[in-house]
């Protein structure tokens, strides 16, 4: 995607109460309430009559009513509130991470509208573009989409809230100033768009792009580009380690790392973002691995424990 701006850039449920005895407790002690009523003055008499016609007793915290002459149970204490469901707890618990799947598959048939040229505070560019394919024509678009729902899944089970900036909801976009948008509304912890570039054959490998310094117009990278990069490292020897891919031979020097100042989804982030170009789409080794989807979830998983590393320790 060198060539491409996409970013391019509980519900619980509460349980019945248990079923209390057939009878009222009164109803078991009428000969005592009687032979009190008749004893008493005619105050407490009455005041007895009342309690026992409202129901009153003495307070309960099961439903087994003990036997006559024994002393009262001790109260219990309150059971914890049990967990809602589908709740997950794990290092990320607390922290939000957005997951940008780089590009649209109906960007195909919008060539119109992702042409428009948008604000990335440096310039102007494109709202976004279609990626690439492999020679095959199996779509940048529909890899970074099933990789997205893979990474979602494996961060959920760490614990995170976990936005997606399109889940195959719209046909076309969302442009690169919006995906950049979703993730600051987010207030994210950490920010990935997911790819795959787009070059010659023989070149090989995955690399993660970080912002660079840039200040202009509506774009400040600042406070973000010393996070970035750890976030980047983080995710880069991760992946590496999963999927056994190597850096990029073509780009970074062998580090799997590149700088760019000319991406909008980076220069209009104000959370720590990277891109991750999980390999190249033309080369036949690399789309061989990208089609697989044993591969994908290496991938996945090579990822979310990079942002693991990052937000958990």
């Not at 442009?175 to 948008?181: G, H, N, P, T």
């Not at 989804?265 to 991750?276: H, M, Q």
């Amino acid at each position: 995607m060198r060539y491409e701006d996409s970013p391019q850039p509980p519900e619980s449920a509460d349980s019945p109460a248990p079923a209390g005895p057939d009878l009222p407790w009164f109803a078991r002690r009428s000969t005592l309430v009687v032979g009190v009523a008749a004893l008493a003055p005619a105050c407490l008499a009455g005041w007895m009559l009342t309690q026992v016609l409202t129901g009153a007793g003495p307070e309960r915290h099961d439903a087994k009513q003990p036997s006559a002459g024994a002393a009262p149970a001790p109260a219990l204490a309150s059971a914890p509130a049990a967990p809602a469901k589908g709740q997950v707890k794990g290092p990320l618990t607390g922290k939000t991470v957005v997951v940008d799947p780089g590009h649209n598959t109906g960007n195909f048939e919008h060539t119109d509208e992702i042409n428009q040229q948008v604000d990335i505070g440096t310039n102007r560019k494109e709202c976004d573009t279609t990626g690439t394919t492999t020679n095959s024509g199996y779509m940048e678009a529909e890899f970074t989409f099933d990789v997205s729902l893979r990474l979602r899944e494996a961060l959920e089970a760490q614990g995170a809230k976990v936005v997606l900036t399109h889940e195959a909801d719209r046909s076309w976009g969302p442009c690169i100033d919006e995906r950049a948008r979703i993730g600051n509304e987010a207030k994210a912890d950490a920010v990935v768009s997911v790819h795959a570039d787009g070059v010659s054959a023989g070149n090989r490998g995955y690399h993660v792009i970080l912002p660079a310094k840039v200040k202009g117009g509506g774009a400040d990278t600042s406070a973000i580009v010393g996070p970035s990069r750890l976030l980047g490292e983080r995710i880069g020897s991760n992946f590496a380690r999963t999927t056994g891919s190597d850096p990029a031979n073509y780009l970074g020097s062998g580090t799997g790392l590149v700088i760019r100042d000319d991406l909008g989804g980076l220069n209009l982030s104000t959370r720590p973002k990277v891109f991750i170009e999980c390999g190249n789409m033309r080369d036949a080794k690399d789309a061989a691995q990208m089609t697989s989807p044993e591969w994908r979830q290496k991938a996945a998983q090579g990822i979310s424990d990079g942002i693991v590393a990052f937000l958990g320790g």
